[in-house]
């Protein structure tokens, strides 16, 4: 992301029943007004909020799980939909949507949802961490680098950057999990990310699976899923986002 848009404090949002433990919502972003599922722990909170941001397919089932089980680990977790409503079920389709997404629109919607998450009452806001898979995985990154309050960042699988001078905006904790045989993601790129932020000393955990591709820990992923490291990359998440988001 290269430029940061500045959204009025005022949000309007609506809500309304979805599932027992996700609720539809609404709010600003810049003129338009989109959509999101926020999943709330039970009890008063106040609670950790998380940023949640969908692979390239949109706002499916997948993703809305995950939020619903961040939710059960103790966070509001905004699942946002960057897709304006659309899902894909063919590669080219997601394919497709991924590159219509306007790059100043995707800054807007994910400064928005940090907002929207800041605005709720039962929201800590010096507690508000992303997270995203994929093409999600990417835009998580894009929110350390563009939020300097963020306390934290997942990023499974997503696009990096090693330039000094971008990576030194960030302030939040990052985790990045990886699969070694990820061709869109090299082991090198990886490797030289971690280096950097610690060369600027950022706070950044790093796990490989080195017999892992891309998308491993969705199981639609008929050919590439691996229960076993979906598992245990599922564990690591978990472990550092009460690390840094529960203290």
């Not at 003129?31 to 926020?38: F, K, P, R, S």
């Not at 600027?200 to 998308?215: D, F, Q, R, S, T």
Request: hydrophobic share 40%; net charge neutral.
């Amino acid at each position: 992301m290269k430029s940061v848009f500045l959204l009025s404090s005022f949000f309007l949002f609506s809500i309304s029943l979805l599932a027992a433990d996700g609720k539809n919502v609404s709010y600003k972003s810049g003129d338009e007004t989109v959509q999101g599922v926020l999943y709330v722990p039970a009890g008063k909170g106040p609670f950790p909020g998380l940023v949640v941001i969908h692979e390239w397919w949109g706002l499916n089932d997948w993703v809305k799980e995950q939020a619903s089980k961040l939710a059960d680990q103790g966070y509001a977790a905004l699942a946002i939909d960057l897709y304006r409503g659309k899902v894909a079920t063919t590669p080219e389709e997601a394919h497709e949507l991924m590159r219509g997404v306007p790059e100043d629109r995707a800054t807007r919607d994910l400064h928005a949802a940090v907002e929207f998450l800041k605005s709720q009452k039962n929201v800590k806001k010096d507690r508000i961490g992303s997270i995203g898979w994929c093409m999600g995985g990417g835009y998580s990154l894009d929110v350390a680098l563009q939020e300097p309050t963020l306390t934290a960042a997942v990023i499974h699988y997503g696009h990096l950057a090693t330039d000094p001078e971008q990576l030194k905006k960030i302030n939040a904790a990052i985790l990045g999990i990886f699969g070694g045989q990820d061709r869109g993601i090299p082991v090198d790129d990886v490797k030289k990310f971690e280096q950097t932020l610690k060369q600027l000393g950022k706070k950044v955990e790093i796990v490989i699976y080195p017999n892992a591709g891309h998308a491993f820990e969705n199981p639609n992923n008929k050919a590439g899923y691996r229960a076993e490291h979906a598992a245990d990359a599922w564990k690591h998440t978990v472990d550092f986002l009460a690390r840094t988001l529960k203290k």
